[in-house]
């Protein structure tokens, strides 16, 4: 292809005539350009007013709830001891809380074992059943030995005896049960062990024995004297010169004869704290001291003298003396296990060692504690293996495996995962299918309180003990609801605080200042974007923007209007202190808020919040939507919620009773279909059961199953008036059902007769006479009407007219709706940002179209001139040939 350059032929300056045609033609771009400046600076002026729309509904969304405006605080005097918190509803005042006992689990430890893997016993097939409850009666301790004769004689030496380390105080005057214990209990602030002598009591064969006396009747004759002594008592008194039997003689008889009157010498008795039992006649006679002193029986002998204690008639008698001594046991304060040593703890009556039980006690299972069981068998009969079957299941006890590095270091330890005294555990096992125990397991973990304790106990189950401005209050958490209206306490350890509850007025008044500022910035934000600026008479990208104006307005409106359905002395917010400024801002009255404060506390949160109030007690406002109304509903239940269940045909016996391998097949709040984890098979633990026994025992074992706690299922059993028993569930509605079905041994008709399951029914009714929804206990307002989506629990009563619902919606839950619908996908914003991308890429589009037409026109241009170019060329290159011709013409002429 050639090379071209126009303009040189003729002259002309083809590019620059193009070029400035060109921009002629082109100029409609530049109106495209300031079109799309024009939308794209009101999008980006859409996207400022969308982000503060959106900080201010961000900031309204904590200023819609009830508890930034009635919250209360709770100051403790000393946190280590207790801390609280308080909701709307507690009384402000000043506490005194005196702390004496902190909540705490039971553990238990198995003897030390070798190895964690080494097989336990033969393998047997063997059901371990856990039950948790309360221990009652009884003590926690030891139990000593009779003090040894080398004791009553010669006292107990210093640093014999030690207890929980710490050295009892004893010399060579401890000879008695009774001041070995005063010994023990004049150091038990420091040992946390008391310690109780148990009766002195004579031998009951010291007269004789099987129903006959050997008291011979005693003979002075021969010169001598005779005096028998009881604890210091002259009980009989023989002078010189007295045959046997004689007046002034002492016989058998003669001495039951003063012991059952009245005289000086059982007012002696009396006085030394002896009591008298038995008769010398019929050979039993006995003599107790309650409190543990010796008793020493003593015959004083002078001369001959012949017959007396243990001597028969006429047989000689030197005088004799006997003492007799008790033993004491040792009660741990807290019912933990207790450490004996010293120099020689066997004068006490104790061995070396650490030890402790339940002395006395009895266990009563707690329905409201969850219990189960687990299989042992060659699989995992090892101390690994009962640690991972016990935490699988799940039921209410973990374990773990201790090392305390002796010869036999490893102990399985197991503790209630709840605190509070009836967290105790008792531990059964039985054989599978009816078969005897392993041996060896039921050695090892067999526990019951009040009969045989294989395992230690190292913690006690104890609930919390407070005092709250002189109540006694009882708790089996460290955390304690219901001692003060509406507060909840938190205890660290023992010893006394000040809790003072108060108005929370500086949160409040932050929340209204909140509010104040949230407006305020969309208010400022606004303006700047769609007002006119006077001194520089520039207006916002947004001046005369409908949708800004309409949003500024519906907010102002709102603010400007008091709240309807609102219940109480407060319905505008010029009642506390809040007001329009001539730019539109709000601003704050301190002085009339504090007075707001002061005289409707309670009030104050219904002017920002959605609140919902119902006239019957036992129906509550749970939440509402945007789309409810506020205004006052009558409330109509057609049927009341009510629980799946089973109640037996007939009334319990007196006992029932469970045959060994006892399995029930439970279904609770099964769907439709099915669900495998709604079943559950459980084990009864044998034995003979009262009906209010067997109700707990089931209730704890149903709950205890781990699938159906974590899917929030549960059960209550109970029976009821009429002796029936009687399992719900604790859920509401026709998702509320429970089947018990036969498993092995005993049968379930064994308890409920021929009885059927019941499924539970949803609340339903209508709420201000619009349809409504029921779900459980729960009624919601249907779509399309003004209670559309306000939600009530209906918590029990009875159908029928159930008064009104008062339902108002404060300043910030409406903003706080108003602001969504002008932000979201589907908001007015996004409406009008949509309609101006839809107008930028038509404009993009127009100008695209139109730039593809210039190139056109510019070819156009191109091709004319450059045709002319060629013309005028050609003509030029003929007028120069002329010019020539007529030049040399002439010339030749």
Wanted: glycine share 14%; hydrophobic share 40%.
């Amino acid at each position: 292809m050639g090379i071209s350059s126009p303009g040189i032929g003729s002259g002309l300056d083809v590019n620059s005539i193009v070029s400035k045609l060109m921009s002629v033609e082109s100029a409609p771009l530049t109106t495209f350009d300031n079109s799309t400046a024009s939308y794209q600076a009101t999008l980006s002026a859409y996207g400022t007013l969308s982000g503060a729309l959106g900080t201010f509904q961000g900031s309204l969304a904590g200023l819609s709830s009830l508890t930034n405006f009635q919250s209360l605080t709770s100051t403790s005097s000393n946190t280590n001891v207790m801390v609280g918190a308080a909701v709307n509803g507690a009384a402000p005042g000043n506490y005194r809380i005196n702390v004496t006992q902190v909540a705490q689990s039971q553990s238990l430890a198995t003897a030390g074992i070798l190895s964690n893997t080494a097989a336990i016993g033969l393998g047997t097939s063997t059901t371990v059943s856990f039950q948790l409850g309360a221990i009652a009666g009884g003590t926690f301790g030891l139990t000593g030995a009779p003090l040894s004769a080398g004791t009553v004689t010669g006292g107990i030496t210093a640093g014999a005896l030690s207890i929980n380390n710490t050295v009892i105080t004893t010399n060579s005057t401890i000879k008695s049960a009774k001041l070995l214990a005063d010994a023990i209990n004049a150091q038990s602030a420091t040992t946390g062990v008391s310690a109780k002598a148990a009766a002195t009591s004579t031998s009951a064969t010291l007269f004789g024995g099987a129903g006959a006396a050997n008291y011979g009747n005693v003979d002075t004759s021969g010169g001598g004297t005779y005096t028998l002594s009881v604890g210091g008592v002259h009980l009989a008194v023989q002078a010189a010169g007295v045959a046997a039997g004689a007046a002034g003689g002492v016989t058998a008889a003669g001495i039951d004869s003063i012991l059952g009157g009245t005289n000086s010498v059982t007012t002696a008795l009396a006085q030394a704290n002896i009591t008298v039992s038995g008769t010398a006649a019929g050979g039993d006679l006995t003599f107790t001291n309650p409190d543990g002193s010796n008793i020493d029986v003593t015959e004083d002998v002078t001369g001959a003298v012949t017959g007396g204690l243990r001597t028969a008639a006429g047989a000689a008698n030197n005088g004799s003396t006997t003492t007799a001594s008790s033993s004491i046991s040792l009660v741990s304060a807290n019912a933990s296990q207790i450490t004996v040593g010293g120099t020689n703890a066997a004068a006490a009556g104790f061995t070396a060692g650490v030890g402790g039980a339940y002395l006395g006690a009895t266990f009563t299972q707690d329905g409201s504690q969850t219990s189960g069981s687990v299989v042992i068998d060659s699989t995992n009969n090892s101390l690994q293996g009962i640690r991972d079957a016990i935490n699988k299941a799940g039921f209410g006890v973990t374990a773990a495996i201790v090392s305390d590095g002796s010869a036999l270091p490893n102990h399985l330890v197991l503790t209630s995962t709840q605190t509070g005294a009836t967290s105790s555990m008792k531990i059964t096992l039985a054989g599978t299918a009816g078969g005897a125990a392993d041996t060896a397991l039921t050695n090892l973990l067999s526990y019951d309180a009040a009969g045989t304790q294989s395992l230690s106990q190292t913690s006690s189950a104890q609930s919390s003990l407070l005092n709250v401005n002189g109540i006694a209050v009882t708790s089996t958490s460290t955390t304690v609801t219901g001692a003060i209206q509406d507060v909840t306490l938190t205890l660290g350890q023992v010893g006394s605080a000040n809790l003072v509850v108060a108005k929370d007025n500086t949160t409040l008044t932050g929340s209204v200042n909140g509010f104040i500022k949230a407006y305020n910035d969309l208010n400022t934000q606004i303006g700047a974007l769609s007002g006119y600026n006077a001194t520089t008479k520039v207006g916002g990208p947004l001046l005369g923007d409908s949708t800004t104006i309409n949003l500024q307005a519906q907010v102002r409106k709102q603010l400007s209007q008091s709240i309807a359905g609102l219940k109480g002395n407060l319905t505008s917010l010029s009642q506390i202190g809040i007001s329009f400024q001539k730019d539109g801002s709000l601003m704050l009255d301190s002085a009339k808020l504090s007075t707001a404060i002061t005289k409707n506390f309670g009030d104050i949160a219904g002017l920002f919040a959605a609140v919902g109030k119902s006239s019957d007690t036992l129906v509550n406002f749970t939440s509402s939507t945007a789309a409810t109304k506020a205004g006052d509903y009558a409330l109509n239940i057609t049927a009341v919620a009510t629980q799946g269940s089973i109640t037996g045909a007939a009334a319990l016996g007196a006992s029932t009773v469970i045959d060994p391998g006892t399995n029930f097949t439970i279904t609770l709040n099964d769907t439709t279909p099915s669900t495998a984890s709604n079943t559950a098979t459980v084990a009864i633990p044998a034995g003979s059961y009262t009906p209010t026994q067997l109700s707990t025992l089931l209730q704890s074992t149903i709950n205890g199953v781990s699938g159906f706690s974590n899917a929030g299922s549960a059960v209550t059993a109970s029976i009821d008036p009429t002796g029936k028993l009687q399992v719900s569930s604790t859920s509401y509605g026709v998702k509320s059902n429970i089947l018990i079905a036969d498993g092995t041994g005993t049968a379930v008709s064994t308890l409920f007769g021929g009885a059927a399951a019941v499924a539970g029914v949803d609340v339903a009714g209508t709420i201000g006479g619009y349809s409504a929804t029921g779900s459980g206990q729960t009624l919601t307002g249907s779509p399309g009407a003004p209670t559309e989506g306000l939600k009530l629990e209906v918590t029990g009563g009875v159908a029928g007219e159930r008064g009104t619902i008062g339902f108002s919606q404060g300043y910030a839950y409406q903003l706080n709706n108003l602001a969504a619908t002008y932000l979201g996908s589907s908001g007015f914003i996004s409406g009008r940002t949509n309609g101006i991308n839809s107008s930028i890429k038509s404009i993009a589009t127009q100008r695209a179209a139109f730039a593809a037409t210039l190139t056109g026109i510019e070819a156009r241009y191109r091709s004319q001139y450059s045709a002319l170019d060629t013309s005028i060329a050609s003509m030029n290159t003929t007028t120069t040939f002329l010019t020539q011709q007529f030049a040399a013409m002439a010339k030749n002429n």
